[in-house]
């Protein structure tokens, strides 16, 4: 599948990852409505207004990743977006919504701890089921994703102490286990919106933009994708 010649150099997956990329792709194929991904919908946090098209296309992918406090449509609300929930992609500070742990046993959680990388102490969440197991994000891949989101800007993302966002993380965790999927995105701000330093939730709360990250970075990454037949993104 064609993809621009600026941006495929930086899209293409790294070898010395490849095999772990693989392990991930068939536990997440397990969770798969059909036990296939031909498509993967990833959906943030953003405040998105009723849309029935948007919220069809996220039920309708093969897989569908949500990340931290998430949201989904209860019976009787208009639909926007969606209901289905196969992997959720949440992090120790995660602040639980009625959502997170709704039919947990169904689902797959998939713990990210960026901040490991630099040093930061392990925190459990109260919250957390005694019941729920979870299987942690290599950080080979989270440091891999930060090479590429910093390299072409000479950061140092070690020295600065960066850490991608939950919802990036995801959507590579969707674009590099599942190459050859359609990848569906939607409620990500930063995409149109890179300057930005509180995020507003689907939830009703907000929040500042961690100073470990660079949106600015990550919107430009996830843009080259969307450049790309691969990835849709769903307003």
């Not at 849309?51 to 069809?56: Q, V």
């Not at 965790?173 to 050859?180: D, K, M, R, S, T």
């Not at 100073?211 to 843009?223: F, Q, S, V």
Request: net charge negative.
């Amino acid at each position: 599948m064609a993809s621009p010649t600026d941006v495929e150099p930086a899209l293409r997956p790294r070898h010395d990852v490849a095999g772990r990329w693989a392990d991930l792709a068939r536990l997440l194929t397990a969770y798969a409505r059909d036990g296939r991904v031909t498509s993967v919908a990833v959906v943030g946090n953003a405040p998105m207004a009723p849309d029935a098209e948007r919220a069809a296309a996220v039920d309708g992918a093969d897989l569908v990743l949500r990340v931290n406090s998430f949201v989904t449509d209860r019976p009787g609300d208009a639909p926007t977006q969606g209901r289905r929930t196969d992997v959720v992609v949440w992090n120790r500070i995660n602040r639980a919504t009625e959502f997170v742990y709704a039919g947990y046993r169904e689902r797959l959680y998939l713990l990210a701890e960026p901040m490991r990388l630099h040093g930061f102490p392990e925190m459990w969440p109260t919250s957390w089921p005694a019941d729920l197991g979870l299987v942690p994000v290599p950080n080979t891949l989270v440091a891999d994703l930060n090479d590429r989101l910093h390299d072409g800007l000479g950061r140092d993302w070690r020295a600065e102490r960066l850490a991608p966002t939950t919802g990036t993380l995801a959507c590579e965790i969707a674009l590099q286990a599942f190459p050859e999927a359609e990848v569906r995105l939607t409620g990500f701000s930063f995409l149109a919106d890179p300057d930005q330093t509180e995020w507003e939730h689907q939830w009703g709360d907000s929040c500042p933009v961690g100073r470990e990250h660079r949106i600015d970075a990550e919107g430009a990454y996830l843009r080259a994708w969307v450049a790309t037949e691969r990835v849709v993104f769903l307003d």
